[in-house]
Every structure is written in structure tokens, then in C-alpha cells.
């Protein structure tokens, strides 16, 4: 069973960083195209930022570019999101996801139209509020 769980939210000033982290289980992150998720209350999903270790390729949605960064540790098979100068509307709980490579025809594809349903896998989610 492919199982992701998130850590590293919180309650964060507006300026201020988070870094979150999630854990692979039951399959090796590194043979898989992965991203970050986030909603809002009352808002769409929205795709932070995906990257394909396949071809090294990375998307960041234009919200989060120059402030968020994605990476992936092997030797612990976890993906991280570093989260620099967080602003209010950064406000949403955050999904890790992972899916076979060969199942996207590009990684921004990957982070525009992924949905629960079609990854391979997706956690459970971390709050991060980012408040005065």
C-alpha cells in the first residue's frame, strides 16, 4: 500500500517560514513524480509545486515562485516543501502526492490537473495558518 503522511504545519506569522515534510511508505519516492497541494476553505485545490525525477523537471504555481521550494531527501524517502515569507492567503491545508511518471504527460500537467482520485497516492493533509 502506497501511504504518504505529512508533517510541519503549524501557525506561522505573516513573513515567517514553515518546512513541511512527508514520508513515503510501501514504495520509494524517487521512482515517482511528486507534488505538493493545497485548498483553502471555499477555494479549488491548487497545485504548489511538482517535480519529476525523471527528467529533473519542476513546476511552482506563480503564487508560491520564488518563495516556496520542493526537494526530496532518498536516503529518507521523503519529499519536502521549504515555505519562505508566508503570506495570509498561503493559508490551506496542505497534501502531499505522488504518481507513476509515466501517468503525466508533464509535470505541470501533473500539478494543474491531478486530482485525489487519478494519483497514486495522497496524504493526509497539514494545516498551516499563516496569521498576526
Known amino acids: 500500500q502506497l501511504q504518504l503522511v505529512e508533517s510541519g504545519g503549524g501557525l506561522v506569522k505573516p513573513g515567517g517560514s514553515l518546512r513541511l515534510s512527508c514520508t513515503a511508505s510501501?514504495?520509494?519516492?524517487?521512482?515517482?513524480?511528486i507534488g505538493w497541494f493545497r485548498q483553502a476553505p471555499g477555494k479549488e485545490r491548487e497545485g504548489v509545486s511538482c517535480?519529476?525525477?525523471?527528467?529533473?523537471?519542476?513546476y511552482y504555481a506563480d503564487s508560491v515562485k520564488d518563495r516556496f521550494t520542493i526537494s526530496r531527501d532518498s536516503a529518507q524517502n521523503t519529499m519536502t516543501l521549504q515555505m519562505n515569507s508566508l503570506k495570509s492567503e498561503d493559508t490551506a491545508v496542505y497534501y502531499c502526492?505522488?504518481?507513476?511518471?509515466?501517468?503525466?504527460?508533464?509535470?505541470?500537467?501533473?500539478?494543474?490537473?491531478?486530482?485525489?482520485?487519478?494519483?497514486?497516492?495522497w496524504g493526509q493533509g497539514t494545516q498551516v495558518t499563516v496569521s498576526s
Open positions: 502526492a505522488a504518481i507513476a511518471p509515466q501517468r503525466i504527460t508533464s509535470i505541470r500537467a501533473m500539478c494543474l490537473f491531478a486530482t485525489k482520485t487519478n494519483l497514486d497516492s
Open positions: 510501501g514504495f520509494t519516492l524517487d521512482h515517482y513524480a
Open positions: 517535480h519529476n525525477s525523471k527528467d529533473g523537471s519542476t
